[in-house]
């Protein structure tokens, strides 16, 4: 067992020595990858994010008993993006319903880029992986063929045989590790939208809301 394991460490290591330089570099960039994938997923796991529908229905509550200064503290109590935009709502619920409106949808411009904020890079390196795979791959083609001429006829076909599968090595590291970016960022992608709709629909929804409460004590 411990044979094993020793034989696929020096695999691996042969591996990615085998690839040259490149190698270096894509698990450089790929490690900028995770760390940023990682960020995102705390600040959308447990910063931004919240349950809508439980959150709306405790907010409700406050708003139909005509506790405005309740569902405000309750939207005080996290850091989450939907309460505080529906924070700056509440904060207008005595005034008309264009100054409610004009309050969420600021709150909303502000918040949603933060959100949004930095998912746009792990596509970008997604495509620099490929990329750095590609051009691995082509610089370790160009050294094999270089040196052929250098090299015995007879052994010419085994070299380059050699050559052309240590260059594929960048192709395939940089593929993989793009594809790992690419579905991290599919993921994160899905909960920013999860929590951006739920934005826009608790917002129209707060603004009904007061909108009809307002309309009842008339």
């Known amino acids: 067992m411990e044979g094993n394991e020793i034989?696929?460490?020096?695999?691996?290591?042969?591996?990615?020595?085998?690839?040259?330089?490149?190698?270096?570099?894509?698990?450089?960039?790929?490690?900028?990858?995770?760390?940023?994938?990682?960020?995102?997923?705390?600040?959308?796991?447990?910063?931004?994010?919240?349950?809508?529908a439980s959150f709306m229905?405790?907010?409700?509550?406050?708003?139909?008993?005509?506790?405005?200064?309740?569902?405000?503290?309750v939207c005080s109590g996290t850091s989450a993006a939907l309460p505080k935009v529906l924070k700056n709502g509440?904060?207008?619920a005595n005034q008309g319903t264009e100054q409610i409106q004009n309050a969420l949808d600021a709150t909303a411009l502000e918040v949603v880029p933060k959100v949004e904020r930095r998912l746009g890079y792990l596509q970008l390196i997604a495509n620099?992986?490929?990329l750095f795979g590609l051009l691995g791959t082509i610089?370790?083609?160009?050294?094999?063929?270089?040196?052929?001429?250098?090299?015995?006829a007879s052994q010419k076909a085994e070299f380059?045989?050699?050559?052309i599968s240590t260059a594929m090595n960048t192709t395939f590291l940089g593929l993989l590790t793009a594809i790992s970016i690419m579905v991290i960022h599919a993921f994160l992608t899905s909960k920013a939208d999860k929590i951006i709709n739920e934005i826009d629909e608790f917002s129209v929804k707060l603004?009904?809301?007061l909108g009809t409460k307002e309309k009842s004590e008339e």
């Open 128 to 130: 620099i992986l490929t």
């Open 7 to 52: 034989t696929m460490i020096d695999q691996i290591a042969g591996f990615i020595q085998n690839g040259g330089i490149f190698m270096g570099i894509i698990f450089a960039v790929w490690g900028i990858g995770i760390a940023i994938a990682l960020e995102r997923f705390r600040r959308l796991s447990k910063g931004f994010d919240v349950d809508g």
């Open 207 to 209: 603004l009904d809301l």
């Open 57 to 73: 229905n405790e907010i409700q509550r406050y708003v139909l008993s005509n506790d405005i200064q309740g569902a405000i503290r």
């Open 90 to 92: 509440l904060k207008r």
């Open 139 to 152: 610089q370790g083609l160009m050294t094999s063929f270089g040196a052929l001429d250098s090299i015995d």
């Open 160 to 163: 380059l045989s050699k050559g």
